[in-house]
């Protein structure tokens, strides 16, 4: 009783936990609708940020104009960069120009202002140039907090770019500027540093829960925000967590479309992982919004990147088509399967009826044949008997003839009488005509049939309508089934030889000398 009591507990925890289970993933697919929800809000309010942006940017541009100094006009130029710098390369590097123009020899001013071009180097893809250009700038120990932002800023986008290429050295380079970064009161970027080192060094999961325990909520800045999130994001996706990625993706890309970015990575990121789910529309949606924030911030490294994304959003056009023209063949062969098989069972059941009604006029047809050979039977037999009946009495009557000579004239009358011509050879003539009347009477298209088995130029030509040459009375003979030359010869009085000779020389001219004589039987 107590083993049956503890199976049924243990069967109860089991389904306890699969409805649990359940919950958490419909939970974590509202709470994934309700990200995708808010980004598709921030989205729609494209208008309304830009315009936003738009004000505080004339601001800063009337200020600027304004401005009677050098140093005002610096200031304004850098609020003007600042704010430029994630929305149009060709703006940034004017305000940097003029950043430069008017630092007046300042060494802070004139750092932020280096610091500011290595940055539009990285955005312009002139990688080596810009840290060349890093490399020559020399952050002073006690450099304001300002300052060390400005080159700690410039040191992550300029790394950032190297990482296109693949450098070998920039897990050693991230780990020294972090480093650098231990007397600067800019947390934010020894850690965001410290991340990028591990993950180029492949040791993502490390990088991972490092990430993860920084306090994000105490991060201000939303660009550096939106790092965070990215960096998460990655690093979650190339450990093959996609969902979490997604998750960090919304994230970071919300915040990127909020403050009104043109330079994120964000959510051509997010499209692609949805692209590599299935979920092309939201993808191609996404995609497209990136590729057109792209082209208007006029970043290299962003064109390129959106041609990629023309790539794939074709890819996923064309995936979607030809999924959709695989269903609609499909549907139509179906269609046309079923359409072909009733034609096909209609044409078999009107063929069937054709075929029925055929051999009805078919049975007709022999029900008349056979009445017809039935009067030709009767017909051949009145004539056989007619014909022996006169050949008896003639017989007889030759008979009574030869007895009175013989007995009148005596015996050398008679022998005078036996050297007339044959009676055979007077009779013979008659008898074939006898056979040709009753054997076309029979076969009327006989010599027709005959014609079209011979090769051209071999036809037969009969004396008359209702007579037959030799060669005819021969096959007619075969048709009769009479096969063998030394009945045929005794038949038609002629020699053996003969027969054989004509029956050669009739196969060689035929059409088919190998069956001709079959063909013959089949007339």
């Known amino acids: 009783y107590e083993k049956n009591i503890n199976l049924q507990f243990n069967s109860y925890l089991s389904a306890m936990k699969r409805v649990l289970l359940f919950i958490l993933v419909l939970c974590a697919a509202a709470c994934t609708n309700r990200r995708?929800?808010?980004?598709?809000?921030?989205?729609?309010?494209?208008?309304?940020?830009?315009?936003?942006?738009?004000?505080?940017?004339?601001?800063?541009?009337?200020?600027?104009?304004?401005?009677?100094?050098?140093?005002?006009?610096?200031?304004?130029?850098?609020?003007?960069?600042?704010?430029?710098?994630?929305l149009n390369l060709d703006s940034c590097i004017n305000y940097t120009t003029l950043m430069m123009r008017y630092s007046e020899n300042d060494p802070s001013r004139i750092l932020r202002s280096q610091t500011a071009k290595v940055r539009?180097?990285?955005?312009?893809?002139?990688?080596?140039?810009?840290?060349?250009?890093?490399?020559?700038?020399?952050?002073?120990?006690?450099?304001?907090?300002?300052d060390?932002?400005?080159?700690?800023?410039?040191?992550?986008?300029?790394?950032?770019?190297?990482?296109?290429?693949?450098?070998p050295r920039l897990p050693v380079i991230l780990n020294s500027?972090?480093?650098?970064?231990?007397?600067?009161?800019?947390?934010?970027?020894?850690?965001?540093?410290?991340?990028?080192?591990?993950?180029?060094?492949?040791?993502?999961?490390?990088?991972?829960?490092?990430?993860?325990?920084?306090?994000?909520?105490?991060?201000?800045?939303p660009y550096e925000l939106s790092s965070i999130y990215n960096g998460i994001a990655s690093l979650y996706y190339e450990t093959h967590q996609l969902d979490k990625a997604i998750d960090y993706c919304i994230k970071g890309a919300c915040i990127?479309?909020?403050t009104g970015m043109n330079d994120y990575f964000t959510l051509y990121f997010l499209a692609r992982i949805l692209f590599q789910k299935g979920d092309k529309d939201r993808a191609a949606r996404y995609m497209n919004r990136a590729v057109q924030d792209a082209l208007d911030y006029n970043y290299p490294a962003g064109i390129r990147r959106s041609a990629k994304a023309s790539a794939i959003m074709n890819s996923a056009i064309?995936?979607?088509?030809?999924?959709?023209?695989?269903?609609?063949?499909?549907?139509?062969?179906?269609?046309?399967?079923?359409?072909?098989?009733?034609?096909?069972?209609?044409?078999?059941?009107?063929?069937?009826?054709?075929?029925?009604r055929s051999m009805n006029r078919k049975y007709a047809q022999s029900q008349s044949a056979l009445y017809n050979v039935s009067l030709i039977k009767d017909r051949m037999l009145g004539e056989y008997m007619e014909l022996s009946s006169n050949y008896i009495y003639k017989v007889d009557e030759s008979k009574s003839r030869y007895r009175k000579i013989l007995k009148e004239n005596g015996s050398d009358s008679l022998m005078a009488v036996f050297r007339e011509p044959n009676f055979a050879d007077t009779e013979y003539p008659n008898y074939w005509n006898n056979f040709d009347k009753i054997f076309l009477s029979i076969f009327p298209d006989f010599v027709g049939n005959v014609n079209s088995l011979m090769a051209p130029g071999h036809e037969f030509i009969p004396?008359?309508?209702?007579?037959?040459?030799?060669?005819?009375?021969?096959?007619?003979?075969?048709?009769?089934?009479?096969?063998?030359?030394?009945?045929?010869?005794?038949?038609?009085?002629?020699?053996?030889g003969t027969v054989y000779t004509y029956r050669s020389i009739m196969r060689?001219?035929?059409?088919?000398?190998?069956?001709?004589?079959e063909k013959i039987k089949e007339v």
């Open 463 to 496: 004396e008359g309508p209702q007579s037959l040459n030799t060669e005819l009375r021969i096959l007619a003979l075969i048709r009769l089934g009479i096969s063998e030359s030394k009945r045929i010869s005794n038949i038609l009085h002629i020699s053996k």
């Open 177 to 221: 500027l972090a480093e650098k970064l231990k007397r600067d009161s800019t947390a934010f970027r020894t850690h965001l540093f410290k991340i990028k080192a591990w993950r180029f060094e492949g040791k993502r999961d490390t990088a991972l829960a490092y990430a993860l325990a920084y306090p994000i909520d105490k991060i201000k800045d």
């Open 36 to 86: 995708f929800a808010e980004l598709d809000s921030i989205m729609d309010r494209h208008e309304e940020i830009d315009l936003r942006v738009k004000r505080k940017t004339d601001s800063l541009r009337a200020r600027f104009e304004s401005a009677t100094t050098d140093s005002l006009r610096y200031e304004c130029a850098e609020d003007l960069y600042n704010e430029w710098k994630h």
């Open 508 to 517: 060689q001219n035929s059409a088919s000398p190998e069956d001709f004589e």
């Open 120 to 146: 539009n180097l990285v955005r312009q893809e002139h990688t080596h140039e810009a840290e060349s250009l890093f490399l020559s700038i020399v952050l002073p120990p006690d450099a304001s907090d300002e």
């Open 256 to 258: 990127d479309l909020e």
């Open 148 to 167: 060390s932002y400005s080159y700690f800023y410039s040191a992550d986008r300029l790394y950032n770019g190297l990482n296109m290429d693949k450098d």
């Open 318 to 356: 064309h995936e979607i088509s030809r999924n959709r023209r695989i269903i609609l063949v499909t549907g139509i062969s179906l269609v046309s399967i079923l359409l072909a098989i009733s034609l096909l069972l209609l044409f078999i059941s009107r063929k069937n009826l054709g075929r029925v």
